[in-house]
């Protein structure tokens, strides 16, 4: 299996509403990534976990909480959200050995809609 | 602080004719770039990394540390290359954090 699933593909969520974004990898991989991207914009680094700890936390807003329970899964929880959070999430996972560290693999991504 | 710069938004060009796609960056150390593409409705994906070498759907890019760039060339376009092309740095002082440029949206017109 060499892909990156995310669930749900569309998901549509008042202001008070509490969700969460799943991702799942079963290629090994130890680093895992969460990423904001806005129509015709690059992607927006939101969060880096290295063996299943946070490593990097981009100032992201505390209504996004991301959660890493094992080394396949990568959660991301929503609460509170504004209608400027509405954006294509991507997740992506990537090897930790030094030759392949940096080459990332995306999943399709979970187009969030704020209402 | 590591930037990536892609000049062009959009680029069109004839099928048949050659492309070449502009990224610079901003970066005192020894970064390493890549160029990732997306495809319409499909995911992002890796093309090339400049430390392979190698030529990926006929597309090569050399990293010329001197003019700080890493273009990506095609001699002859096809259609299917039309897609969003992002050029990316990463730092291996810090892993897997990536820096994208803003893309460019490559048209191959029959």
């Known amino acids: 299996d060499t892909e990156v699933t995310q669930t749900p593909k569309h998901l549509v969520m008042g202001m008070t509403n509490k969700k969460s974004l799943k991702c799942e990898q079963h290629m090994g991989h130890r680093a895992m990534y969460w990423y904001k991207q806005k129509a015709k914009k690059p992607p927006e680094l939101m969060f880096v976990y290295s063996y299943e700890k946070l490593s990097i936390n981009e100032s992201v807003p505390s209504r996004f909480s991301p959660e890493c329970p094992n080394s396949s899964l990568l959660n991301l929880h929503l609460h509170a959200l504004q209608p400027e959070d509405s954006a294509l999430y991507l997740c992506a996972s990537s090897q930790e050995d030094f030759i392949a560290k940096n080459i990332q693999y995306f999943g399709a991504g979970t187009r969030l809609s704020v209402l | 602080a590591q930037r990536v710069t892609q000049p062009e938004k959009l680029l069109s060009v004839f099928k048949g004719a050659p492309v070449e796609l502009k990224c610079n960056y901003s970066?005192?150390?020894?970064?390493?770039l890549f160029w990732y593409v997306q495809y319409s409705r499909q995911r992002l994906q890796l093309l090339l990394r400049h430390i392979s070498r190698e030529s990926i759907k006929g597309f090569t890019a050399d990293l010329n540390k001197g003019e700080t760039s890493f273009h990506l060339k095609k001699p002859f376009a096809q259609e299917e290359d039309s897609a969003m092309y992002y050029c990316a740095l990463s730092l291996n002082t810090n892993a897997g954090k990536s820096t994208f440029g803003d893309g460019t949206t490559l048209t191959v017109k029959p």
């Open positions: 970066y005192s150390g020894s970064p390493e």
